[in-house]
């Protein structure tokens, strides 16, 4: 478990996404069957209906497994997209394996972006994220572009709100983060070794 007393979020960064570049595939398959288990255990994957996911990018824990799993169960899958109006915020826009894809500004590949195909951030019932490192509490430490946070900005209002729940492998857990006034907590983190529950 990395210490962040001595890190600054910069290095923090540097250091995870280095270590997860370093992993071998035979490791990389065993870690996504692991997280669908995990997964499996956590209610709002279980029940919910409209769930945004991510595809797989830069060393992140292979989200596969979990995706070909929802769209067997018949899931409305939806990807998030760059906001080509709202800068710094994204959209989740629905996508299935006919959706074309296109890669990004970042080098993410994305759906075109259309707004018949958009769905309101608020109503999507679960939101699974990717994220650099994790704390105890559920804070995330992402790559630093803020996008979620912009997103999901209502959530500090009460109302209809997804729940948010993370991907990691376990060893991206660290010590403590420090929680900026403007971090949306995570209600639980999925790793391929266990279920992390959060407030």
């Not at 370093?22 to 870690?31: E, K």
């Not at 919910?48 to 996911?53: E, G, N, Q, T, W």
Request: with cysteine; glycine share 6%.
């Amino acid at each position: 478990m990395p210490s962040t007393t001595m890190l600054s979020k910069p290095e923090l960064r540097r250091q995870m996404r280095n270590q997860r570049r370093r992993l071998t595939q035979p490791q990389r398959r065993q870690a996504a069957a692991q997280l669908l288990h995990s997964l499996r255990h956590n209610r709002h994957f279980q029940y919910s209906r409209h769930i945004a996911v991510y595809l797989t990018n830069d060393g992140e824990i292979d989200t596969g497994p979990l995706i070909r799993d929802l769209q067997r169960r018949g899931k409305c899958l939806y990807l998030p997209v760059l906001h080509p109006l709202r800068q710094g915020h994204l959209s989740f826009l629905r996508w299935d394996r006919h959706t074309k894809l296109v890669k990004n500004r970042f080098g993410i590949r994305e759906p075109v972006f259309g707004r018949s195909r958009s769905m309101p951030a608020r109503f999507v019932q679960l939101v699974c994220m990717p994220l650099v490192a994790f704390d105890q509490q559920g804070n995330r430490l992402g790559m630093g572009g803020g996008f979620y946070d912009r997103t999901l900005a209502f959530m500090h209002q009460p109302g209809q709100q997804p729940a948010l729940l993370g991907c990691a492998y376990d060893w991206q857990k660290t010590t403590a983060l420090a929680a900026e006034p403007w971090d949306i907590p995570l209600s639980a983190i999925a790793t391929d070794q266990r279920l992390y529950r959060f407030r």
